[in-house]
T-cell receptor, first 112, second 113 residues
Framework: GNSVTQMEGPVTLSEEAFLTINCTYT??????LFWYVQYPGEGLQLLLK?????DKGSNKGFEATYRKETTSFHLEKGSVQVSDSAVYFC???????????FGKGTHLIIQP | DVKVTQSSRYLVKRTGEKVFLECVQD?????MFWYRQDPGLGLRLIYF???????EKGDIPEGYSVSREKKERFSLILESASTNQTSMYLC????????????FGSGTQLSVL
């Protein structure tokens, strides 16, 4: 079956630091890959996506590249802000009706 | 913007009570989902519905049931609440033609005492 593994948190960084959150996946076929973000007290919202190998998703300064050879979709940002503090979920979809398979989430804390 | 509304933000119930969690979406989405979110376990799919009166079991359906009588509303039912059902419950919806993007509600934090 499908599965997503992402780095354990919490991850604590200082403002303006470089961010990487690792995500690897196991799936049959050619899944689409996603990063969702959950800000405190809110539901999840889509941050970025990539639907095929070598695609790069980007939004709000975050980027992630679909690497089929390493089955990875690592999230990066060059300079984080306090407002980026949230829980980040990597997810995949095989295109079926049953929605997405999520990783366990990584809690990111940015200190001023 | 799509809005997914969950009826309660916080809920406290007693063991053995029947509990209803309600979710309403305003964008005529065909697909709706119930997840629970637990620390260290992430999101796990309980049930989903791909259309009115349709329902399918997810990964952890035991102890839960669902109802989808109208397209906009998807209810999660705990027939006899237990302490291990204390969790954050998240509802989501999706346009059946744009299967990649889920829209989530803000969640219901349920405590079963």
């Amino acid at each position: 079956g499908n599965s997503v593994t992402q780095m354990e948190g919490p991850v604590t960084l200082s403002e303006e630091a470089f961010l990487t959150i690792n995500c690897t996946y196991t799936a049959t076929g050619y899944p689409s890959l996603f990063w969702y973000v959950q800000y405190p007290g809110e539901g999840l919202q889509l941050l970025l996506k990539a639907t095929k190998a070598d695609d790069k998703g980007s939004n709000k300064g975050f980027e992630a590249t679909y690497r089929k050879e390493t089955t990875s979709f690592h999230l990066e940002k060059g300079s984080v802000q306090v407002s980026d503090s949230a829980v980040y979920f990597c997810a995949l979809s095989g295109g079926g009706a049953d929605g997405l398979t999520f990783g366990k989430g990584t809690h990111l804390i940015i200190q001023p | 913007d799509v809005k997914v509304t969950q009826s309660s933000r916080y809920l406290v119930k007693r063991t053995g009570e029947k509990v209803f969690l309600e979710c309403v979406q305003d964008m005529d989405h065909e697909n709706m989902f119930w997840y629970r979110q637990d620390p260290g376990l992430g999101l796990r799919l309980i049930y989903f519905s791909y259309d009115v009166k349709m329902k399918e079991k997810g990964d952890i359906p035991e102890g839960y049931s669902v109802s989808r009588e109208k397209k906009e509303r998807f209810s999660l039912i705990l027939e006899s609440a237990s302490t291990n059902q204390t969790s954050m419950y998240l509802c989501a919806s999706r346009d059946g033609r744009e299967w990649e993007k889920l829209f989530f509600g803000s969640g219901t934090q349920l405590s079963v005492l």
